[in-house]
């Protein structure tokens, strides 16, 4: 079944970067977008960044847009978020997840278990 | 960016029937973007409750369906039962002139009396 799961969770001071990654299995890794959704302590679900099966189409909220970059590796079933002048606001849990085929996706989101990002001095 | 907006809490006793509303826009859910619904047990990941509208995944009870209409679409939950308790959530994408989004709904917690 598809599994998958985070890592690169960290305590890191404001202005500072992270990299999380991603790892896949159980699909063809390549066949979907694939997605970061967050979740700031006590609060909802926040979509952050998308990408497409072959790189071509990058997908940004606002509050991200310009500080964080989204890339993929499908031969290592790896997508990655590099997270730069980060924020406290930033703060969360973040969730790996997966889709379909296509961005407006009609088979819902699949998670991974989350890794948790702390923005703090 | 546009918001999908959901009720902070619903409450029912056991075995009733309640229902959870995400509002949007012409811009998302008016627009004719499919809505998935979540469900997330505390301190778990969420996971897909409805699909594509009114569609559940294998393994989700029938007690869970989902209906949409316009710039809504709702949850329903019949049968209440204790283990139901949890945040749920609408999603679904928003396409403005300048971007392609994913939203969420702002989330309802479910208490079962």
């Known amino acids: 079944q598809v599994q998958l799961v985070e890592s690169g969770g960290d305590l890191v001071k404001p202005g500072g970067s992270l990299r999380l990654s991603c790892t896949a299995s159980g699909f063809i890794f390549s066949d979907n977008y694939m997605s970061w959704i967050r979740q700031a302590p006590g609060k909802g679900l926040e979509w952050v960044s998308s990408?497409?099966?072959?790189?071509?189409?990058?997908y940004y909220a606002d509050s991200v847009k310009g500080r964080f970059s989204i890339s993929r590796d499908n031969a290592k079933n790896s997508f990655f978020l590099q997270m730069n002048s980060l924020r406290a606001d930033d703060t969360a849990v973040y969730y790996c997840?997966?889709?379909?085929?296509?961005?407006?996706?009609?088979?819902?989101?699949?998670w991974g278990q989350g890794t948790l990002v702390t923005v703090s001095s | 960016q546009s918001v999908l907006t959901q009720p902070p809490s619903v409450s029912g006793a056991p075995g009733q029937r309640v229902t959870i509303s995400c509002t949007g826009s012409s811009s998302n859910i008016g627009a004719g973007y499919d809505v998935n619904w979540y469900q997330q047990l505390p301190g778990t990941a969420p996971k897909l409750l409805i699909f594509g509208d009114n569609n559940r995944p294998s393994g989700v009870p029938d007690r869970f369906s989902g209906s949409k209409s316009g710039t809504s679409a709702s949850l329903a939950i019949t049968g209440l039962q204790a283990d139901d308790e949890a945040d749920y959530y609408c999603?679904?994408?928003?396409?403005?002139?300048?971007?392609?989004?994913?939203?969420f709904g702002t989330g309802t917690t479910v208490i079962v009396l």
């Open positions: 999603q679904s994408f928003d396409n403005s002139l300048t971007d392609s989004v994913v939203l």
């Open positions: 997840a997966t889709s379909s085929n296509a961005f407006y996706d009609t088979s819902g989101f699949t």
């Open positions: 990408i497409s099966p072959y790189d071509n189409a990058l």
